[in-house]
């Protein structure tokens, strides 16, 4: 019995001393400096504010939960309290899309809009197309090249909460 005690104090002094010694290094980086560990690249990419106005056309209800109307070469879309919409399909004749978006939010102070091709497999995510708006009902606006003039791209609008709503506008300009 005295044999399986000692056992037991040797092998809590064993924890007790790692413990110690991982705490003492994570302390020393924290006073050095020093870190293994890689830092990640912020790769978000925001839309730029914008002066021009964006006005919205062929939307009779403005306080729709989710209304789009396309209209000379654009879609608009109005959203009201929502949390994820994906627009209809559409084309881009040019390869260039311009993107015009507002919000405002209870809560986080961004939404992002992405871009999706239709395949036959279903949809996937277009590289490179995913841009942040600042929910401070400020007009921004970016730009997606490169797109496939033959290929058929939805816009999807989320906001990365489940206890607050999304308001806003988009509009984008370039479709067919």
């Keep these: 019995m005295k044999m399986k005690k000692r056992l037991f104090v040797l092998l809590l002094a064993a924890v007790m001393a790692l413990t110690c010694l991982t705490g003492c290094k994570d302390a020393l980086r924290k006073i050095t400096g020093t870190s293994n560990e890689v830092q990640e690249e912020d790769t978000t990419r925001w839309a730029e504010q914008t002066g021009d106005p964006l006005i919205i056309q062929g939307i ?31 084309a881009v004749p040019t390869g260039t899309l311009k993107v015009m978006a507002c919000g405002t939010a209870e809560g986080a102070q961004k939404f992002k809009v992405a871009l999706w091709k239709k395949t036959d497999a279903g949809v996937e995510y277009v590289p490179d197309s995913t841009y942040y708006v600042k929910t401070d009902g400020t007009d921004y606006t970016c730009t997606i090249s490169g797109l496939d003039p033959a290929g058929i791209y939805r816009m999807t609008i989320s906001y990365d909460s489940s206890r607050y709503y999304l308001y806003g506008l988009l509009k984008l300009e370039g479709v067919g």
């Design 60 to 90: 009779g209800d403005p306080s729709a939960k989710f209304d789009t109307a396309m209209v000379d070469g654009c879609l608009y879309a109005v959203f009201n309290g929502i949390w994820s919409r994906n627009t209809n399909y559409f």
